[in-house]
């Protein structure tokens, strides 16, 4: 694990010195986060790469993960389908699923936290164990801007007991007695999924995968989930493979909190059929070398979502100045701006124009990666993220200083 000094390189000494400042204003506080997942899709990511940071500049940082039964999750991912704006009913059984899930959580957890930090809405539901003097922080990293109103107004109840919520962008604000800020997510820029590679370690893996390093590779990295529409990136490669002689990768693995995987995945292997260039890659958790080496060695990334809290994979790709094409959903939009640092697509039809302008213009799509590559270097590296926790955390203590709300 990196310690926080390793990363003055690439911010300068002094962001790390404000840093170790801010840290010592905690000295004595517990920051105890809580989501509902240890590995898989982007929440667990960061708290993976944060938590150590965290306790290296001296902040006592702490992170459990709730536990639940299959019911639970179908239940939390029907939520999910919802809060991204599917229309879903919940029968009264299934709120009783959830809402007696967080209190057995509760009943069995610590909740010791001076500042309890909470990831979500699975585990939303422990702020009812909320102590005087304790501060609840609901953090928020799924796209809200428009949520099915019963689940809104369910979770609602919940999030106003809280102390402050946090959103990923300005888009998911909502209308809330409690304060809300905008922090948006971050990748590590050393971590193995980011780092440089050498080239023989590229290489390698396409060989693994038995990937032709000759022809153009496209490559989408997510979970097998509706919202990603896998199906479409296949739909949209057909278009261009008539005029285009490329590879398509789709490379994913599951989530433990994500039951819905396994029925899309078999979607995707129908849609696939025996296309012998598409390479349908199911990763095991831990493969971050392997989704490195597949970013650096595509020509274009593709991150074809219909709905997405902020979409780590497309500063993943950024970082590595790969042009990407992305929906223009959710946090997508703050990584790029269309035309200049990445294109941004609504349709099968207009992610397959794009991708066919891109793979004939390679001049077009290197430029792109540049802009983007300088645009996740100024924003969305995970310094700037922990520094925008460190001042939430102190502001909790003084309210009303140095803090912009929504
Ligand atoms: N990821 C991974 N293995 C996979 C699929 C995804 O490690 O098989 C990573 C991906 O590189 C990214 C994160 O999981 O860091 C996904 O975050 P994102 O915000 O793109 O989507 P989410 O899954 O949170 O909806």
């Not at 029968?91 to 001076?114: K, P």
């Not at 019963?150 to 962008?169: D, G, H």
């Not at 193995?192 to 590779?217: G, H």
Request: net charge negative.
């Amino acid at each position: 694990m990196f310690k926080i000094r390793d990363y003055e390189p690439v911010v300068g000494g002094e962001v790390i010195d404000e840093l170790e400042l801010f840290a010592s204003r905690l000295s004595g506080k517990v920051i105890q986060n809580v989501n509902s997942t240890a590995v898989g899709g982007g929440v667990a990511e960061i708290l993976i790469r944060m938590i150590p940071l965290l306790k290296d500049i001296g902040v006592d940082a702490r992170w459990d993960v709730i536990k639940g039964d299959e019911k639970f999750y179908q239940v939390t991912k029907k939520m999910h389908n919802a809060l991204h704006g599917g229309k879903v009913n919940f029968t009264q059984e299934e709120i009783d699923i959830f809402v007696e899930t967080n209190r057995i959580n509760a009943a069995s957890m610590d909740l010791v936290g001076d500042i309890m930090f909470i990831h979500d809405p699975q585990p939303i539901g422990l702020v009812e164990q909320k102590i005087k003097d304790q501060k609840w922080i609901w953090r928020c990293h799924i796209d809200f801007s428009r949520p099915d109103e019963f689940t809104w107004n369910f979770l609602k109840n919940y999030i106003e007991k809280y102390n402050i919520s946090i959103f990923s962008a300005p888009s998911f604000a909502r209308q809330l007695i409690i304060p809300q800020v905008l922090i948006s997510p971050s990748i590590d820029p050393l971590s193995d999924k980011n780092r440089d590679l050498p080239q023989e370690t590229i290489e390698r893996v396409l060989e693994q995968f038995n990937i032709d390093n000759k022809r153009p590779i496209v490559t989408q990295i997510s979970r097998f989930d509706y919202l990603k529409d896998p199906v479409g990136v296949v739909k949209a490669y057909r278009q261009v493979k008539k005029y285009v002689d490329c590879q398509l990768v789709l490379a994913g693995g599951g989530a433990t909190d994500d039951p819905e995987g396994e029925k899309v995945l078999a979607e995707v292997q129908e849609a696939v059929g025996g296309d012998k260039d598409i390479f349908l890659l199911l990763l095991p958790p831990a493969s971050d070398i392997e989704i490195n080496a597949l970013q650096r060695a595509s020509s274009v990334v593709l991150q074809k979502s219909l709905r997405e809290g902020f979409g780590l994979t497309v500063a993943e790709a950024l970082w590595k100045s790969k042009p990407v094409i992305a929906g223009a959903v959710g946090g997508i939009p703050l990584q790029i701006t269309n035309k200049y640092s990445g294109l941004l697509t609504h349709t099968i039809e207009g992610t397959a124009f794009a991708l066919k302008q891109l793979l004939q213009n390679p001049d077009y799509a290197k430029r792109l990666g540049e802009n983007g590559h300088e645009h996740i270097k100024k924003n969305f590296l995970i310094i700037r993220h922990l520094k925008d926790y460190l001042m939430l955390f102190l502001s909790l203590y003084h309210q009303g200083e140095n803090i912009v709300y929504l």
